[in-house]
């Protein structure tokens, strides 16, 4: 079993790490946050800062390869895994470690962290880099990845295309696209964690897109100073929008292109198509009622019921919370029908759950709310931080949503098939989901939704 470790982990991690600390060297040379690696070791050189910084990298490379052997090497997978990694790092590095070595306290405030943001991105693209490389270095293939293929990266490019209409940006666009789809030549199962896969890999693409880019493409520099990328948060949301609108888009695509000339067909256990989705219809509503009853006190705390009312042209708080519970059982019932049979116990509904809130926050009161009332889509990180409360409420109900769903759903299995078996098969998806991305998914999107509006709200 050691063995196997550092042949498949820790050494191919350790050669990763230092493919990603010279890709993330070079940009935060560039931006002049490297002098602070060469002062743990008393010196100014940005020579001696890039050297210390690549030999760290691969050290820390070294442990991400260890964290990663037994998932799915897969490019995608790893890709979501190395950005994780990376912005654990930034707490544990420019806002931990480092302080505590050379002045002797925590950088845990907000202006520190405000200052250390060039850092993070740094770290995000070290994490990606890191995590592309661990895949190309190992070259193995996982059960179900399937094969890139020149029908597969049309499907990307047509998904792309989707994509680059929401951005406004073609080559933005077009290239998320096409590189979804050398990461996945065969998507995962699950509309749903695709739509929360596409929100991460939007937010990928807000930081190598807007934010690294196109600042080179037009002016020569990237544009990772706060100030940059609080002049680009109006992008951010596009960005976030369009990633699922990708994902989504291509896995359906691949669907369509299986269902249309593949012979093969699964065997199925469960209930036919139709009684599963009324089922998850019903329990969704139940769980999104739930859920906006938990939303509730954030929304009276607030006082934003009057301003939901408006929706339907009144304006009293009872008016609102009717239409806010209305509202709560419809978003329920799209979960119901998009995450059916994808959470297997307490933690994947909390992590499926919280991630859902978080998008609807970003499509409800920053984008459709403000439109639906006459106005214009809120992409300001002045209204981002000042949605905070909202937002804490969205991950709020989210969390009650997939909790409830999750136990309405664990509590039935079809009549004909034998209590026993349906818990083995349950075992066993949920060990499958555990060799992907998903737990990667779900702390990033905790990460994002609570960290980018306190550090860009001004």
């Known amino acids: 079993m050691l063995a196997e470790i550092v042949r498949k982990g820790l050494v191919p991690g350790a050669y990763a790490g230092l493919i990603g600390g010279v890709i993330s060297g070079v940009a935060l040379s560039q931006v002049g946050a490297l002098p602070a690696t060469a002062a743990l070791v008393h010196s100014d050189s940005a020579a001696v800062a890039f050297v210390i910084h690549v030999v760290v990298a691969g050290i820390i490379g070294a442990g991400f390869g260890v964290l990663v052997w037994h998932q799915r090497s897969g490019a995608g997978e790893t890709l ?10 930034w707490f544990a590095g420019p806002l931990t470690l480092m302080p505590l070595l050379q002045v002797g306290f925590l950088a ?3 202006h520190s962290a405000q200052e250390a943001f060039g850092s993070l991105l740094g770290h995000l693209l070290y994490g990606a880099g890191t995590g592309l490389a661990v895949a190309a270095i190992r070259r193995e293939r996982p059960a179900g990845h399937g094969t890139t293929t020149a029908g597969t990266v049309v499907r990307g490019a047509l998904a792309g295309v989707v994509g680059a209409w929401m951005l406004g940006d073609p080559l933005i666009g077009l290239l998320a696209g096409v590189g979804f789809a050398l990461l996945y030549p065969r998507p995962p199962d699950g509309t749903g964690p ?17 934010l690294t880019l196109l600042p080179l493409i037009g002016d020569g520099r990237l544009a990772w100073s706060l100030e940059d990328a609080r002049a680009a948060f109006s992008t951010l949301p596009k960005y976030l929008l369009s990633g699922p609108a990708i994902t989504v888009a291509y896995q ?19 209930e036919g198509a139709g009684t599963e989705g009324l089922r ?15 939303f509730t006190g954030v929304m009276v705390r607030v ?16 008016a609102g919370l009717v239409v806010h519970l209305v509202i709560a059982v419809v978003i329920g019932v799209c979960y119901g029908l998009l995450f059916r049979r994808q959470s297997y116990d307490l933690n994947s509904a909390l992590g499926w759950g919280v991630s859902y809130g978080f998008f609807w926050w ?26 905070f409360a909202s937002l804490v409420g969205h991950l709020a109900y989210g969390a009650g949503l997939g909790v409830v769903f999750h136990l309405l759903e664990a509590r039935q299995n079809p009549w004909w098939i034998p209590r026993t078996r349906a818990d083995a098969v349950r075992v066993g998806r949920r060990k499958e989901q555990l060799l992907t991305s998903a737990p ?19």
């Open 280 to 294: 998850a219809v019903g329990r969704g509503a139940l769980a999104g009622l739930v859920g906006g009853v938990v």
């Open 194 to 210: 695709a739509l929360i896969r596409g929100t991460v890999y939007g937010f990928f693409w807000w930081v190598v897109g807007a």
């Open 108 to 110: 845990w405030d907000v």
């Open 362 to 387: 970003i499509l409800g009161p920053l984008t459709l709310m403000p439109i639906l009332l006459g106005g214009a889509p809120q992409w300001t990180a002045q209204t981002a931080a000042g949605l």
């Open 80 to 89: 979501f895994w190395g950005l994780t990694y990376g912005a654990l790092w």
């Open 252 to 270: 359906w695509l691949d669907r369509l292109v299986r269902l249309l000339f593949s012979d093969v067909r699964a065997i199925r256990d469960e």
């Open 303 to 318: 006082g934003i019921l009057p301003v939901i009312a408006q929706l339907v042209g009144m304006r009293s708080s009872m």
């Open 440 to 458: 990667a998914l779900w702390a990033l999107v905790v990460a994002i939704a609570l960290v980018l509006p306190v550090l860009l709200g001004v």
